[in-house]
């Protein structure tokens, strides 16, 4: 079946460094990919996502590219700020597209 | 315009009760979603409605039921409460259907069961 592995957190990193929150995934068809954040408190928004192979997903510094030959979709940032300690989702739609399949999420703590 | 509205906020339920949690989505989204999200097995998918017919169902008990209503509202019951359905209960709505669809979430029910 349908599945998403990322990463373990806790990723502690300080201010303008750089971070990369692995996320590789098995899925029949072609699925779409994306990342959501959860703030403290909050729902899950959408950070970005990318629905073919080689699609890059870009948002607020955020970037992560689609690679069907590693299955992964990794997320990357040039710089980290404080703002951005949240904690990172990982998912696939099915191939009909009525579920999202989640990572476990990765924990995001940036110290300034 | 408005975000998807989960109510309540927060619950306290004791065990072998039942509780009822609502979801009202983006105006015009014809789809909602419900997801269950728990320190130990993270989020876990539970049902999917479009235009008030369950089209898709996580591998959860009976227990759990959810309805949508023409409006496109929905709602999701819970049934004979054990203590590990505390959980963070989201919803998410989405304008139509499809793998390229994106979900928007709301700020999702706790639910406590002592």
């Known amino acids: 079946g349908n599945s998403v592995t990322q990463m373990e957190g806790p990723v502690t990193l300080s201010e303008e460094a750089f971070l990369t929150i692995n996320c590789t995934y098995t899925?029949?068809?072609?699925?779409?990919l994306f990342w959501y954040v959860q703030y403290p408190g909050e729902g899950l928004q959408l950070l970005l996502k990318a629905t073919k192979a080689d699609d890059k997903g870009s948002n607020k510094g955020f970037e992560a590219t689609y690679r069907k030959e590693t299955t992964s979709f990794h997320l990357e940032k040039g710089s980290v700020q404080v703002s951005d300690s949240a904690v990172y989702f990982c998912?696939?739609?099915?191939?009909?597209?009525?579920?999202?399949?989640f990572g476990k999420g990765t924990t995001l703590s940036v110290s300034s | 315009k408005a975000g998807v509205t989960q109510t309540p906020r927060y619950l306290i339920k004791t065990r072998g009760q039942q509780v009822t949690l609502s979801c009202s989505p983006i105006s015009g989204h014809r789809s909602v979603s419900w997801y269950q999200q728990t320190p130990g097995q993270g989020l876990q998918f539970l049902f999917e409605y479009f235009s008030e017919t369950q089209r898709n169902k996580g591998n959860f008990p009976g227990r759990f039921s959810g309805r949508q209503f023409s409006n496109s509202r929905s709602e999701m019951n819970v049934s004979t409460l054990e203590l590990g359905d505390s959980a963070l209960y989201l919803c998410?709505?989405?304008?139509?259907?499809?793998?390229?669809?994106?979900?928007?979430f709301g700020q999702g029910t706790r639910l406590t069961v002592v």
């Open positions: 998410a709505s989405s304008l139509e259907t499809g793998r390229r669809t994106e979900a928007f």
């Open positions: 899925a029949t068809g072609y699925p779409s």
């Open positions: 998912a696939l739609s099915d191939q009909a597209g009525t579920a999202l399949i």
